[in-house]
């Protein structure tokens, strides 16, 4: 029913930027929330920010705060991840989510999973 296109990931130097992007297609609703959670080889799939559509506003892990920031187009039905400042432990695949409710900073509460893009920090 809901469908999440995701881009913007590559490769880049320690200290450098990228913007991730999640596209949203299919019934939606205003009280959704679009979470972004990473997995890197070996490691759990762990939360880092959460943007809540009906207030447009984003919750951020404490291991990207200050460093990632999210935001939307309302008229592209697109979230994206503003990652300034990247360090090579930022090195994961990302994904994006999307739920009508629960906990957002659990994995379990998620409904709808983007395919991935792959983050790659180097040294």
């Known amino acids: 029913q809901v469908q999440l296109v995701e881009s913007g990931g590559g490769l880049v130097q320690a200290g450098g930027s990228l913007r991730l992007s999640c596209a949203a297609s299919?019934?939606?609703?205003?009280?959704?929330?679009m979470g972004w959670f990473r997995q890197a080889p070996g490691k759990e799939r762990e939360f880092v920010a959460a943007?809540?559509?009906?207030?447009?506003?984003?919750d951020y892990a404490d291991s990207v705060k200050g460093r990632f920031t999210g935001s939307r187009d309302n008229a592209k039905n697109t979230v994206y991840l503003q990652m300034n400042s990247l360090k090579p432990e930022d090195t994961a695949v990302y994904y994006c989510?999307?739920?009508?409710?629960?906990?957002?900073?659990?994995?379990?509460?998620?409904?709808?999973w983007g395919q991935g893009t792959q983050v790659t920090v180097s040294s």
């Open positions: 299919g019934r939606t609703f205003s009280t959704y929330v």
């Open positions: 943007h809540m559509w009906s207030g447009n506003r984003t």
């Open positions: 989510s999307a739920t009508k409710g629960g906990n957002y900073r659990v994995i379990n509460s998620y409904d709808y």
